[in-house]
């Protein structure tokens, strides 16, 4: 019975942890007993690999319903935009409109602003008086001042220069007529450009 019993063992190769190990009592042997290994490792793995094919099934079926779920597709975007393609221009042209419309507007305040040293314009413009100036604006020592001041007029000559550019823009368009533009502002926007430089040519002078 005994040789059967490891003959049995040998043939299945049942090797496994002892942790599974179970002892099991041999009828008509006083002291013997046989040491069965049960190793559940491959049935464990054969149940994680089924429940990882389901996961994967359940995904792939989700992944279905949710493209199935999309409100859009290229081809409807495709055709809204030829079955509404007058409707998209307009409301477009309407916005660059207005757009344009804010910016004149917003053009015209600024340009008439007194406080731009592009506004201040002296009878005679020498070193002594600018930098009189510099002092009564920003009462600081006169290196900050400076400094405030050579910051600003750049800054001055960069929005100027924008809003030049953005005028005769529209000129070239033939809309200038068609935008609240104050043409008298926008028109001697080349002088205070050349005040800016003569300030700062002043400075450079020193």
């Not at 079955?83 to 309407?94: F, K, M, Q, S």
């Not at 001041?149 to 823009?169: A, G, M, P, T």
Request: overall charge neutral; proline content about 2%.
């Amino acid at each position: 019975m005994k040789r059967i019993l490891i003959l049995l063992l040998m043939h299945y190769h049942i090797i496994l942890p002892e942790e599974n190990i179970a002892e099991i009592p041999i009828n008509g042997l006083a002291d013997a007993t046989i040491v069965f290994n049960f190793n559940l490792s491959n049935v464990d793995n054969s149940h994680n690999v089924n429940n990882a094919r389901i996961n994967t099934n359940q995904n792939l079926s989700q992944a279905e319903l949710d493209s199935n779920d999309m409100p859009w597709t290229l081809q409807d975007i495709k055709s809204f935009a030829t079955n509404y393609r007058w409707g998209i221009a307009g409301a477009i042209a309407l916005s660059s409109y207005g757009l344009l419309c804010y910016y004149a507007i917003k053009g015209n305040h600024y340009l008439k602003r007194l406080d731009l040293w592009a506004s201040w314009d002296a009878e005679e413009v020498t070193a002594q008086e600018l930098f009189r100036e510099i002092k009564n604006r920003y009462k600081k020592d006169f290196a900050t001042s400076l400094v405030l001041f050579i910051k600003e007029i750049d800054q001055e000559e960069k929005n100027i220069r924008w809003y030049q550019s953005l005028y005769h823009w529209v000129g070239y368009l033939h809309i200038q007529k068609l935008l609240p533009f104050d043409a008298t502002v926008y028109k001697n926007l080349a002088q205070k450009l050349e005040r800016l430089m003569n300030y700062r040519a002043c400075i450079e002078a020193i």
